[in-house]
T-cell receptor
Protein backbone atom coordinates (compact mmCIF):
# COMPACT_ATOMS: atom_id res chain seq x y z
CA UNK A 1 0.00 0.00 0.00
CA UNK A 2 0.86 3.66 -0.14
CA UNK A 3 3.22 5.19 2.40
CA UNK A 4 3.58 8.96 2.77
CA UNK A 5 6.40 10.53 4.74
CA UNK A 6 6.31 14.19 5.70
CA UNK A 7 9.10 16.42 6.98
CA UNK A 8 9.70 18.30 9.12
CA UNK A 9 7.32 17.45 11.93
CA UNK A 10 7.66 20.95 13.38
CA UNK A 11 8.76 24.17 11.74
CA UNK A 12 9.24 27.62 13.22
CA UNK A 13 9.81 30.63 10.98
CA UNK A 14 9.89 34.35 11.46
CA UNK A 15 7.00 36.30 10.05
CA UNK A 16 7.75 37.22 6.47
CA UNK A 17 10.08 34.30 5.87
CA UNK A 18 9.29 31.31 3.68
CA UNK A 19 8.30 27.85 4.87
CA UNK A 20 8.81 24.61 2.98
CA UNK A 21 7.29 21.25 3.83
CA UNK A 22 8.21 18.11 1.94
CA UNK A 23 6.47 14.80 1.38
CA UNK A 24 7.48 11.60 -0.33
CA UNK A 25 5.18 8.82 -1.44
CA UNK A 26 5.77 5.24 -2.44
CA UNK A 27 3.00 4.25 -4.85
CA UNK A 28 3.63 5.55 -8.35
CA UNK A 29 -0.08 5.02 -9.13
CA UNK A 30 -1.07 7.90 -6.83
CA UNK A 31 -2.23 10.71 -9.07
CA UNK A 32 -3.57 13.53 -6.91
CA UNK A 33 -1.74 15.36 -4.14
CA UNK A 34 -3.61 17.81 -1.92
CA UNK A 35 -2.33 19.84 1.00
CA UNK A 36 -4.50 20.53 4.00
CA UNK A 37 -4.32 23.07 6.80
CA UNK A 38 -5.79 22.04 10.11
CA UNK A 39 -6.34 24.46 12.95
CA UNK A 40 -6.80 23.25 16.49
CA UNK A 41 -10.11 21.48 17.01
CA UNK A 42 -11.17 21.82 13.39
CA UNK A 43 -11.31 19.64 10.33
CA UNK A 44 -8.67 19.87 7.57
CA UNK A 45 -9.14 22.53 4.93
CA UNK A 46 -7.76 22.15 1.44
CA UNK A 47 -5.29 24.92 0.64
CA UNK A 48 -3.81 23.74 -2.63
CA UNK A 49 -3.60 20.60 -4.71
CA UNK A 50 -1.77 19.25 -7.71
CA UNK A 51 -2.45 16.49 -10.18
CA UNK A 52 0.14 14.07 -11.43
CA UNK A 53 0.27 15.62 -14.90
CA UNK A 54 1.37 18.99 -13.51
CA UNK A 55 4.78 19.90 -12.10
CA UNK A 56 3.97 23.09 -10.25
CA UNK A 57 0.98 25.12 -9.13
CA UNK A 58 0.79 28.46 -7.41
CA UNK A 59 -1.96 30.32 -5.63
CA UNK A 60 -0.88 33.69 -4.24
CA UNK A 61 1.56 32.96 -1.38
CA UNK A 62 1.21 29.19 -1.64
CA UNK A 63 2.81 26.91 -4.19
CA UNK A 64 3.18 23.18 -4.62
CA UNK A 65 5.75 21.32 -6.69
CA UNK A 66 5.63 17.70 -7.76
CA UNK A 67 8.46 15.47 -8.93
CA UNK A 68 6.85 12.27 -10.18
CA UNK A 69 10.15 10.59 -10.95
CA UNK A 70 11.43 11.05 -7.43
CA UNK A 71 7.94 10.65 -5.96
CA UNK A 72 8.04 13.72 -3.84
CA UNK A 73 6.07 16.93 -3.58
CA UNK A 74 6.52 20.08 -1.56
CA UNK A 75 4.49 22.93 -0.15
CA UNK A 76 5.97 26.40 -0.26
CA UNK A 77 4.52 29.29 1.72
CA UNK A 78 6.07 32.69 1.11
CA UNK A 79 5.75 35.85 3.19
CA UNK A 80 4.44 33.86 6.12
CA UNK A 81 1.97 35.45 8.49
CA UNK A 82 0.98 34.50 12.07
CA UNK A 83 -2.36 33.23 10.78
CA UNK A 84 -0.46 30.63 8.75
CA UNK A 85 0.35 28.89 12.04
CA UNK A 86 -1.40 25.51 11.99
CA UNK A 87 -0.75 21.85 11.28
CA UNK A 88 -0.29 21.04 7.61
CA UNK A 89 -0.91 17.61 6.12
CA UNK A 90 0.03 16.34 2.71
CA UNK A 91 -1.82 13.47 1.12
CA UNK A 92 -1.33 11.11 -1.78
CA UNK A 93 -4.50 9.96 -3.45
CA UNK A 94 -5.05 7.18 -5.89
CA UNK A 95 -8.03 7.74 -8.14
CA UNK A 96 -9.05 4.83 -10.32
CA UNK A 97 -12.49 4.95 -11.87
CA UNK A 98 -14.88 5.44 -8.99
CA UNK A 99 -12.38 4.24 -6.42
CA UNK A 100 -10.36 6.61 -4.29
CA UNK A 101 -7.72 5.76 -1.69
CA UNK A 102 -6.13 8.53 0.34
CA UNK A 103 -3.04 8.31 2.51
CA UNK A 104 -2.09 11.24 4.71
CA UNK A 105 1.34 12.36 5.77
CA UNK A 106 2.18 12.62 9.45
CA UNK A 107 1.70 16.38 9.63
CA UNK A 108 3.87 19.44 10.15
CA UNK A 109 3.19 21.92 12.90
CA UNK A 110 4.08 25.33 11.54
CA UNK A 111 4.63 28.21 13.91
CA UNK A 112 5.06 31.69 12.49
CA UNK A 113 6.69 33.97 15.01
CA UNK A 114 5.55 37.59 14.83
CA UNK B 1 -17.37 26.00 -2.20
CA UNK B 2 -18.56 22.61 -1.05
CA UNK B 3 -19.54 22.44 2.62
CA UNK B 4 -19.65 19.39 4.84
CA UNK B 5 -21.20 19.55 8.28
CA UNK B 6 -20.93 17.23 11.23
CA UNK B 7 -23.20 16.88 14.20
CA UNK B 8 -22.61 16.95 17.06
CA UNK B 9 -19.36 18.89 17.30
CA UNK B 10 -18.71 17.55 20.77
CA UNK B 11 -20.20 14.67 22.70
CA UNK B 12 -19.51 13.25 26.12
CA UNK B 13 -21.00 9.90 26.99
CA UNK B 14 -20.78 7.17 29.58
CA UNK B 15 -18.95 3.95 28.91
CA UNK B 16 -21.22 1.35 27.35
CA UNK B 17 -23.52 3.75 25.55
CA UNK B 18 -23.74 4.26 21.79
CA UNK B 19 -23.10 7.52 20.01
CA UNK B 20 -24.22 8.53 16.52
CA UNK B 21 -22.34 11.12 14.48
CA UNK B 22 -23.89 12.62 11.37
CA UNK B 23 -22.03 13.84 8.31
CA UNK B 24 -23.88 15.91 5.73
CA UNK B 25 -22.86 17.40 2.41
CA UNK B 26 -24.80 20.65 2.33
CA UNK B 27 -24.56 21.86 -1.25
CA UNK B 28 -23.51 18.86 -3.28
CA UNK B 29 -24.24 15.20 -3.64
CA UNK B 30 -21.68 12.73 -2.42
CA UNK B 31 -21.73 9.14 -3.53
CA UNK B 32 -18.73 8.48 -1.34
CA UNK B 33 -18.03 9.62 2.19
CA UNK B 34 -15.04 8.78 4.32
CA UNK B 35 -14.67 8.46 8.07
CA UNK B 36 -11.41 9.25 9.80
CA UNK B 37 -10.16 9.09 13.32
CA UNK B 38 -7.50 11.42 14.65
CA UNK B 39 -5.67 11.12 17.95
CA UNK B 40 -4.01 14.18 19.50
CA UNK B 41 -1.01 15.40 17.55
CA UNK B 42 -1.36 12.59 15.05
CA UNK B 43 -2.45 12.28 11.45
CA UNK B 44 -5.83 11.25 10.15
CA UNK B 45 -6.39 7.53 9.96
CA UNK B 46 -8.99 6.29 7.52
CA UNK B 47 -11.53 4.06 9.23
CA UNK B 48 -13.93 3.29 6.42
CA UNK B 49 -15.23 4.35 3.05
CA UNK B 50 -18.97 4.75 2.82
CA UNK B 51 -20.78 4.42 -0.50
CA UNK B 52 -24.40 5.47 -0.84
CA UNK B 53 -26.71 2.50 -0.97
CA UNK B 54 -24.09 -0.12 -0.25
CA UNK B 55 -22.10 -1.49 2.64
CA UNK B 56 -19.14 0.44 3.90
CA UNK B 57 -15.62 -0.76 3.29
CA UNK B 58 -13.62 -0.87 6.49
CA UNK B 59 -9.88 -0.50 6.81
CA UNK B 60 -7.86 -3.28 8.35
CA UNK B 61 -8.14 -3.31 12.11
CA UNK B 62 -11.40 -1.37 12.27
CA UNK B 63 -14.27 -3.38 13.74
CA UNK B 64 -17.34 -3.02 11.58
CA UNK B 65 -19.64 -4.13 14.41
CA UNK B 66 -18.12 -1.50 16.67
CA UNK B 67 -18.28 1.36 14.19
CA UNK B 68 -21.55 1.13 12.28
CA UNK B 69 -21.76 3.20 9.13
CA UNK B 70 -24.92 4.00 7.25
CA UNK B 71 -24.94 6.02 4.02
CA UNK B 72 -28.64 6.18 3.33
CA UNK B 73 -28.69 9.16 0.98
CA UNK B 74 -26.40 11.18 -1.27
CA UNK B 75 -26.05 13.83 1.41
CA UNK B 76 -25.94 11.93 4.69
CA UNK B 77 -23.69 9.35 6.26
CA UNK B 78 -23.77 8.34 9.92
CA UNK B 79 -21.16 6.72 12.12
CA UNK B 80 -22.40 4.98 15.26
CA UNK B 81 -19.87 4.05 17.91
CA UNK B 82 -21.50 1.16 19.71
CA UNK B 83 -20.86 0.32 23.35
CA UNK B 84 -18.32 3.10 23.57
CA UNK B 85 -15.34 2.78 25.88
CA UNK B 86 -12.75 5.34 27.00
CA UNK B 87 -10.30 4.13 24.35
CA UNK B 88 -12.81 5.20 21.70
CA UNK B 89 -12.36 8.81 22.78
CA UNK B 90 -11.00 10.63 19.77
CA UNK B 91 -11.64 13.26 17.11
CA UNK B 92 -13.79 11.79 14.34
CA UNK B 93 -13.76 13.52 10.98
CA UNK B 94 -15.80 12.79 7.90
CA UNK B 95 -15.18 13.85 4.34
CA UNK B 96 -17.28 13.71 1.22
CA UNK B 97 -16.39 13.32 -2.39
CA UNK B 98 -18.47 14.93 -5.13
CA UNK B 99 -20.47 12.61 -7.31
CA UNK B 100 -19.86 14.78 -10.38
CA UNK B 101 -17.44 12.59 -12.28
CA UNK B 102 -15.04 14.58 -14.37
CA UNK B 103 -15.77 17.83 -12.59
CA UNK B 104 -13.02 20.01 -11.16
CA UNK B 105 -13.77 18.82 -7.65
CA UNK B 106 -13.99 15.14 -8.50
CA UNK B 107 -10.67 14.30 -6.94
CA UNK B 108 -11.14 16.40 -3.87
CA UNK B 109 -12.42 15.32 -0.49
CA UNK B 110 -14.27 18.01 1.42
CA UNK B 111 -13.84 17.65 5.16
CA UNK B 112 -16.27 18.24 7.95
CA UNK B 113 -15.32 20.18 11.09
CA UNK B 114 -14.94 17.03 13.17
CA UNK B 115 -16.62 15.59 16.26
CA UNK B 116 -14.82 15.35 19.57
CA UNK B 117 -15.96 12.20 21.38
CA UNK B 118 -15.14 11.77 25.04
CA UNK B 119 -16.15 8.54 26.73
CA UNK B 120 -16.11 8.62 30.51
Amino acid sequence: GENVEQHPSTLSVQEGDSAVIKCTYSDSASNYFPWYKQELGKGPQLIIDIRSNVGEKKDQRIAVTLNKTAKHFSLHITETQPEDSAVYFCAAILNSGGYQKVTFGTGTKLQVIP
Amino acid sequence: GAVVSQHPSRVICKSGTSVKIECRSLDFQATTMFWYRQFPKQSLMLMATSNEGSKATYEQGVEKDKFLINHASLTLSTLTVTSAHPEDSSFYICSARSSLAGGDSYNEQFFGPGTRLTVL
